[in-house]
């Protein structure tokens, strides 16, 4: 095994200070990601500040990214309710005419009936966007339940399979 000169060591306590990954500073020093581990712990330094910042961050991020996504409902939500209530309002058409353009305008007391349909696709469109984002909200929950269950169940297995090891036969 090579040893570390000393400027190696400082070129590592450099990065370390300066926030560069474990396997960033192996890789500029020419070291061996252990080593890296070693020196900064020796130093009195660690990587576990790092993790913790990145995974706060990460927490804060995935936070930020509900807010929206429920903000995001809302709009579609309120989208849909004010579609659906064009429905039974009176509305103004305007025809702007054939070669003469002559402009016509006039009012109804609803929207045509194709008008109606497609009133009605917005708003559903809207609605069911708004259900897939609940959805996906919710999944998450779901998927971290079942990760969490299948970890229980695999260490289970595994104390299970030590116990009957380490029992005698009779």
């Given at each position: 095994m090579a040893s570390i000169s000393d400027e190696q060591r400082e070129l590592i306590l450099s990065s370390h200070?300066?926030?560069l990954g474990r396997n960033a500073i192996a890789k500029i020093a020419g070291v061996s990601p252990g080593s890296v581990s070693s020196i900064v712990k020796a130093s009195g330094g660690s990587f576990g500040e790092r993790v913790q910042a990145m995974e706060q961050a990460t927490k804060t991020r995935k936070?930020?990214?509900?807010?929206?996504?429920?903000?995001?409902?809302?709009?579609l939500l309120n989208d849909a309710r004010r579609l659906r209530?064009?429905?039974?309002?009176?509305?103004?058409?305007?025809?702007?005419?054939?070669k003469e353009f002559t402009e016509v305008t006039w009012e109804q007391p609803t929207p045509?009936?194709?008008d109606q349909l497609k009133l009605m696709q917005a708003a559903g469109l809207a609605l069911d966007k708004s259900l897939?984002?609940?959805?996906?909200?919710?999944d998450q929950g779901?998927?971290?339940?079942?990760?969490?269950?299948?970890?229980?169940?695999?260490?289970l297995a595994s104390a299970w399979t030590q116990i009957q090891q380490t029992?005698?036969?009779q």
């Open positions: 200070r300066n926030g936070v930020e990214l509900a807010e929206k996504r429920s903000a995001l409902e809302l709009d209530s064009l429905l039974w309002k009176p509305m103004t058409y305007i025809d702007h005419g054939g045509s009936p194709s897939r984002i609940t959805e996906a909200s919710s779901v998927e971290q339940a079942k990760s969490m269950l299948a970890g229980l169940a695999e260490s029992e005698e036969p």
